[in-house]
Every structure is written in structure tokens, then in C-alpha cells.
């Protein structure tokens, strides 16, 4: 016996389908730049915190907690209750949920990276008079980011994938329409293999350009 594949069946489903990718997209880069970006800087705070100890205790439990009781956190919190504001978006809330795995993941990375700058670097700096400014603009950051990048860049692979777990709460993503599609189509199979193309397509770039970017000399530059 041969399978039946049949994949023109889905043709109606086309702009929804697009809609989702873009979708998927969309959360997945506004959850990683602004996930990144708050990290960096949480990083930089838990470093002249005086009580590290307990900040880093409190950034561990976050990164413990599964994504998807994130999104079900956001999603079902008491808005109007607590805040007397509208309850927010799927969308919004699967940003907020990968956004903040971002953050707390991005802050532990750049709280570690600082003890791998090259002290005798820093130090050659303020012997030349070199600003603190400007010792973390052009020594510090540049080396921060040269140790976490690839790292960086494994996780924000990941996000794009997890982002499919936004379709459980009812954002209308490529997941959540190929489910709509393969439910009134009853071809399930041939949903699925489209949606996994559909993330090679979107994956394998990223994972060519980690690789890349692992054997690149300014990678393994030092300051």
C-alpha cells in the first residue's frame, strides 16, 4: 500500500499560511531583540547589585520555569483584577513568555561572560587614560558579545521554534493554522510535513550562519 500525499488541498489556506509565518516571525524577533537587549542590561545590574547572590537565585527560577506555564501565566492572569486593564492578547502574551525567557537566559550569559574579558586589556586601557565609558564601549561589550554570540544566536533558533507553542493559547500562527487546515481537511500528515519545511526554510539559515560565525577570526579574536 502507498500513501495518498495530496498537498493542493491545502491552496485555500495559502494567505492564512503566509499570515502565520509572518506571525511566527514577528514573535519570534520581538521577543529575542527586546529579550536580548533587557538581558544585556540585567546582566550588567546583577554585576553592581550588592546582593548578586540572591538576584542570580531569583534569574535561576525564572529560567527554570517550563515556557509554556509562562504563557498560560500570562495569558490567564487577572488583568482586570489586579490592574483594571484589558486582558492581553495571544500575541502579546507569547512575546511577554519568550521575551522574558530571552531576558533571563541573555542576563545569566552576560553576568558569566564579564569575569572572561581580558583583564590585562582593561587594565592597558586606563593606562592610556581611557574613560570607563569608553573602556566598556570598545573592550568590554565588544569581547561580551564575542563569547556569547554563538550561544546567543543557538537560543534565538530555539525561540523561533518554541514560538509554535503560541498556537495553544489561540495566536495565529503557522502552527495554529495548519492545525485549523488539517482539521477540516482531515490530512493531518500532510499539514504537518508543510510545517516542518516551512521551519527548515526558516531554521537552516541561522544554523549556517552559527557555524560560520564559529569559525570566524574575529570570533576567536581577543581583545
Same mark, same amino acid.
Given at each position: ?8 488541498? #491545502? ?8 499570515? %502565520? ?17 533587557? %538581558?544585556?542590561?540585567?546582566? &550588567? ?5 550588592? +546582593?548578586?547572590?540572591?538576584?542570580? *537565585? #531569583? ?14 501565566? #500570562? ?7 489586579? *490592574?483594571?486593564? =484589558? ?12 521575551? +522574558?525567557? =530571552?531576558?533571563? *537566559?541573555?542576563?545569566? +550569559? ?13 587594565? %592597558?586601557?586606563?593606562? +592610556? &587614560? ?24 543557538? *537560543?534565538?533558533? %530555539? ?10 493559547? &489561540?495566536?495565529?500562527?503557522?502552527? #495554529? ?6 482539521? =477540516? ?39
Amino acid at each position: 500500500m502507498t500513501y495518498d500525499w495530496d498537498f493542493s488541498i #491545502f491552496a485555500p489556506y495559502l494567505f492564512p499560511l503566509l499570515r %502565520g509565518i509572518w506571525l511566527t516571525i514577528e514573535i519570534s524577533v520581538v521577543s529575542a531583540v527586546a529579550g536580548t537587549v533587557a %538581558g544585556f542590561a540585567l546582566g &550588567g545590574i546583577y554585576r553592581a547589585m550588592p +546582593l548578586q547572590k540572591i538576584a542570580l *537565585f #531569583f534569574n535561576d527560577v525564572l529560567r527554570a520555569i517550563p515556557l509554556l506555564v509562562l504563557l498560560f501565566f #500570562f495569558f490567564f492572569f487577572p488583568y482586570q483584577a489586579v *490592574f483594571g486593564i =484589558q486582558p492581553l492578547s495571544p500575541v502579546v502574551c507569547s512575546i511577554l513568555a519568550l521575551g +522574558l525567557s =530571552q531576558v533571563v *537566559f541573555t542576563a545569566d +550569559l552576560v553576568y558569566s561572560a564579564v569575569d572572561g574579558v581580558s583583564q590585562r586589556s582593561i587594565q %592597558g586601557a586606563r593606562s +592610556l &587614560g581611557l574613560k570607563d565609558s569608553a573602556i566598556w564601549r570598545y573592550i568590554i561589550l565588544p569581547d561580551i558579545i564575542r563569547q556569547i554570540l554563538p550561544t546567543l544566536i543557538a *537560543f534565538w533558533i %530555539g525561540i523561533l521554534k518554541l514560538s509554535s507553542l503560541a498556537s495553544v493559547i &489561540g495566536a495565529e500562527e503557522l502552527v #495554529f493554522v495548519a492545525k485549523v487546515a488539517s482539521g =477540516q481537511r482531515f490530512r493531518s500528515l500532510e499539514a504537518w510535513v508543510l510545517v516542518a519545511v516551512i521551519y527548515v526554510i526558516l531554521v537552516l539559515p541561522l544554523t549556517l550562519a552559527v557555524r560560520r560565525l564559529e569559525k570566524s577570526e574575529w570570533l576567536k579574536r581577543r581583545t
